[in-house]
């Protein structure tokens, strides 16, 4: 449709019309729905509002959505079709590893590759718009939706949301194989106090600017076509009905046209916070903040045409939130096809393809990160192995937005192991306890394979934990196994790191497996068995204990802090009980083979605003396996107008090399990668000292200093 027939659209919609675009409701409300995200309510419909509303929750599969179009268009009095809309995160008939295993391959290009992927797979059955990707800066494992975020850092977040855009939408979400993307959720969701699901945050605004809101901004840059409000407050005001930090920073300071949409409820869930008064209040307060889709709450749907028809609520806040959703499903085409891509052919052919499962597994081979191994790994076949543990056999390890597999398609540990190494001595004891039979077992084995951690069922949304250490069932059966034999190989599957002091002290070896996806556990025993070589890198910190959480690479030098000893020091920044360091840091993971980092070497020492300094490092691969390696940039502010973190990722280049191959690595150092909000929250650089490390996790310390000179009079004079 041309924008002019969109506009006469408009003018000819009732009050009541337009407001109903402005309603989501999940697949309940059309009768079966295998998919509820949130509390199942009554909105006291007509039997047929329903179908008349602007767009469907969680509603998948060709036929069943192209017949409920029929239906709702037929229904809705302009005959204006829906928008289906699904929360498919990392997968759809595919499941390809959990977000943060995705950021632990660090490698957002793999990401894109992955993102068009699912897109083929979701626009065949239909659906038009993704809740994807999800950007939640995480730093506190207590929240049970780290396993959703692609990590702890902002740089890297905001990489890879820009290439799950892309890889969802491309040039044209228009186009076949495509859907719309929706980022979430607006705004640091992943700051909720104490790592409770849905609680309250409290940032400043620098902190806010600087680290959590980096990754959406990066995703509007790249084009998403929708954002997501999130359930919390900011600056005690719930990001639903927060003005200014929908109106202001996102759409006047981002530059953000497209629809917004509130989570699962949350207009209403602003009485609840106490900031509304009621329905009525709600929805006026949601309108004027510019929230344009209610989802699942009934306050549009009940309140707003009392609100303008009262006049305390301009229609032209309906009109403008109206205009965009036409306008998305006028991008997406529906209006020429309102079936889209929707095609039980192409389902048929492309959910759960040679293709997509082959990607799924290559996903995993780079998100899995080996964190510990004291001369283990590899195994090879004529070893004796017992593999112990109940999540050996479980399924349930594809994530819990892994809404729309079928679990017979996910291929277990056990299974991946038996059928790529038929020939290998591994006996399976499935349980997370031992019997007498089971302690000879592993008494009399080479080696132990243990499995532990997470599966879905206890890591996601509303998954928060006050304690991320593993279950004392767990915990026990690794003391049982390690009497008898001490070498172990423990295998992590999960979402969010935990706490795991001990068993990483004991382990002989020690591996994160993620939720690895569909067909991730092929991907395990190829790393165990060497047939592949690991290089996956933590995209969060794994803490000794819940008590040092929230906590990042990204430290402050404190006014008294702790100088490089292990033990406790009075009178300075550092606990009593457990050192300031993690046990294990972002950007951390090993090899079998061994990467050498010659010293850094800078073309230059000093630079002005509008120049650049090229850092560079060989990297050799000086063992005996070919690999991957994540080459990783941090750069410190020595000292700024407000103080600054000990270091900064500021760029990673993912290379492969062959055994015996070396090659240089280069970064471009240019002044607006040293830009922060100064004391006076402007978006600047400052002159002065900068030390940067080129090196294979944020403990490198393989660094030089240069300097960033004053701008030069005649450049200011050019402004
Ligand atoms: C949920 C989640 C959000 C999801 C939405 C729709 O509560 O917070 O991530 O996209 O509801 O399912």
């Known amino acids: 449709m041309e924008q002019i027939e969109l506009e006469n659209l408009l003018k000819d919609m009732s009050l009541s019309e337009k407001i109903e675009q402005l309603v989501q409701l999940h697949g309940?409300?059309?009768?079966?729905?295998?998919?509820?995200?949130?509390?199942?309510?009554?909105?006291?419909?007509?039997?047929?509002?329903p179908y008349r509303i602007g767009s469907i929750l969680g509603e998948h599969g060709a036929q069943k959505l192209k017949d409920l179009q029929d239906r709702m268009m037929e229904l809705q009095p302009h005959h204006i079709p829906a928008l289906f809309m699904a929360d498919v995160i990392h997968g759809y008939r595919t499941a390809f590893p959990a977000p943060i295993g995705i950021g632990s391959s660090f490698h957002p290009e793999l990401a894109e590759k992955?993102?068009?992927?699912?897109?083929?797979?979701?626009?065949?059955?239909?659906?038009?718009?993704?809740?994807?990707?999800?950007?939640?800066?995480?730093?506190?494992?207590?929240?049970?939706?780290?396993?959703?975020?692609?990590?702890?850092?902002?740089?890297?977040?905001?990489?890879?949301?820009?290439?799950?855009?892309?890889?969802?939408?491309?040039?044209?979400?228009?186009?076949?194989?495509?859907?719309?993307?929706?980022?979430?959720?607006?705004?640091?969701?992943?700051?909720?106090?104490?790592?409770?699901?849905?609680?309250?945050?409290?940032?400043?605004?620098?902190?806010?600017?600087?680290d959590y809101l980096v990754s959406y901004r990066a995703a509007v840059s790249a084009g998403v076509s929708m954002v997501m409000t999130a359930f919390n407050t900011i600056n005690r005001i719930p990001c639903t009905t927060n003005k200014w930090l929908m109106r202001k920073v996102l759409r006047e300071d981002m530059g953000f046209t497209g629809v917004l949409i509130s989570d699962y409820g949350a207009v209403g869930e602003s009485i609840t916070h106490g900031s509304s008064e009621d329905l009525r209040d709600a929805a006026k307060k949601?309108?004027?903040?510019?929230?344009?889709?209610?989802?699942?709450?009934?306050?549009?749907?009940?309140?707003?045409?009392?609100?303008?028809?009262?006049?305390?609520?301009?229609?032209?806040?309906?009109?403008?939130a109206v205009m965009r959703i036409l306008a998305l499903k006028n991008q997406l085409g529906l209006f020429e096809n309102p079936y889209k891509d929707a095609s039980t052919e192409d389902e048929e052919k492309v959910l759960f393809c040679e293709e997509h499962q082959e990607l799924s597994r290559r996903a995993a081979e780079e998100c899995i990160v080996l964190l510990k191994n004291e001369g283990v790994l590899p195994l090879t076949e004529d070893r004796k192995v017992v593999v112990v543990g109940s999540l050996a056999d479980d399924r349930e390890i594809t994530g819990s937005w892994a809404l729309f597999v079928k679990k017979e398609q996910t291929v277990t540990f056990k299974q991946a192991i038996k059928e790529l190494y038929p020939g290998a001595h591994v006996e399976f004891i499935l349980s997370d306890s031992l019997d007498e039979a089971g302690v000879d077992a592993v008494k009399n084995a080479?080696?132990?394979?243990?499995?532990?951690?997470?599966?879905?069922?206890?890591?996601?949304?509303?998954?928060?934990?006050?304690?991320?250490?593993?279950?004392?069932?767990?915990?026990?059966?690794?003391?049982?196994?390690?009497?008898?034999?001490?070498?172990?190989?423990?295998?992590?599957?999960?979402?969010?790191?935990?706490?795991?002091?001990?068993?990483?002290?004991?382990?002989?070896?020690?591996?994160?497996g993620w939720l690895p996806g569909s067909c991730g556990c092929y991907a395990l025993a190829d790393i165990l068995f060497g047939r592949v070589n690991p290089s996956g890198k933590l995209s969060?910190?794994?803490?000794?204990?819940?008590?040092?959480?929230?906590?990042?690479?990204?430290?402050?030098?404190?006014?008294?802090?702790?100088?490089?000893?292990?033990?406790?020091?009075?009178?300075?920044?550092?606990?009593?009980?457990?050192?300031?360091?993690?046990?294990?840091?972002?950007?951390?993971?090993?090899?079998?083979?061994?990467?050498?980092y010659s010293e850094v070497t800078l073309d230059k020492n000093s630079f002005s605003k509008g120049e650049k300094i090229t850092a560079s490092v060989v990297v050799k691969n000086a063992g005996r396996m070919d690999g991957m390696e994540a080459v990783q940039l941090y750069i410190r502010d020595m000292k700024g107008s407000v103080v600054r973190p000990l270091r900064e990722f500021k760029g990673v280049e993912k290379i492969f090399l062959k055994k015996g191959e070396e090659r240089e690595v280069r970064f471009d150092i240019t002044e607006d990668m040293l830009r922060f909000y100064d004391i006076n929250m402007d978006f600047v650089s400052e002159p002065g000292d900068f030390t940067l490390w080129i090196g294979d996790s944020s403990l490198t310390e393989n660094g030089a200093k240069f300097r960033l000179l004053p701008q030069r009079q005649e450049q200011l004079q050019e402004v």
């Not at 309940?28 to 509002?49: A, I």
């Not at 309140?303 to 403008?320: F, K, M, N, P």
């Not at 279950?471 to 969010?496: A, C, H, S």
């Not at 008294?560 to 050192?579: A, E, G, L, Q, T």
């Open 540 to 596: 969060m910190s794994f803490p000794h204990c819940t008590g040092q959480l929230p906590i990042s690479y990204r430290q402050f030098s404190t006014g008294r802090p702790k100088p490089p000893v292990d033990h406790y020091i009075p009178f300075v920044s550092n606990y009593m009980d457990v050192p300031n360091t993690p046990l294990y840091p972002f950007g951390y993971g090993l090899s079998y083979t061994v990467f050498e």
């Open 28 to 49: 309940g409300f059309y009768g079966e729905t295998d998919n509820y995200t949130g509390p199942v309510v009554d909105f006291h419909m007509t039997k047929e509002q």
């Open 446 to 512: 080479d080696r132990v394979i243990l499995v532990l951690g997470e599966n879905q069922s206890t890591t996601g949304e509303s998954k928060s934990l006050a304690d991320i250490s593993l279950p004392r069932e767990q915990r026990e059966l690794f003391d049982r196994v390690y009497e008898e034999n001490k070498n172990i190989v423990t295998v992590l599957f999960g979402g969010r790191p935990l706490a795991i002091p001990e068993v990483a002290e004991k382990s002989a070896a020690l591996i994160e």
């Open 286 to 320: 949601a309108m004027e903040a510019g929230c344009d889709i209610d989802m699942m709450s009934e306050c549009y749907l009940h309140q707003l045409e009392g609100l303008v028809r009262a006049g305390e609520l301009d229609e032209s806040l309906v009109d403008e």
């Open 114 to 210: 992955i993102c068009e992927a699912v897109a083929r797979e979701a626009a065949a059955a239909g659906v038009h718009v993704t809740f994807s990707p999800m950007v939640d800066l995480a730093c506190d494992s207590r929240w049970g939706r780290c396993m959703e975020s692609t990590g702890e850092d902002p740089w890297l977040n905001a990489r890879f949301a820009e290439s799950m855009v892309r890889g969802f939408q491309g040039d044209d979400y228009g186009k076949k194989g495509r859907v719309a993307s929706c980022v979430k959720h607006f705004a640091a969701y992943g700051a909720v106090q104490s790592g409770r699901d849905y609680n309250v945050t409290e940032l400043s605004e620098r902190t806010l600017f600087e």
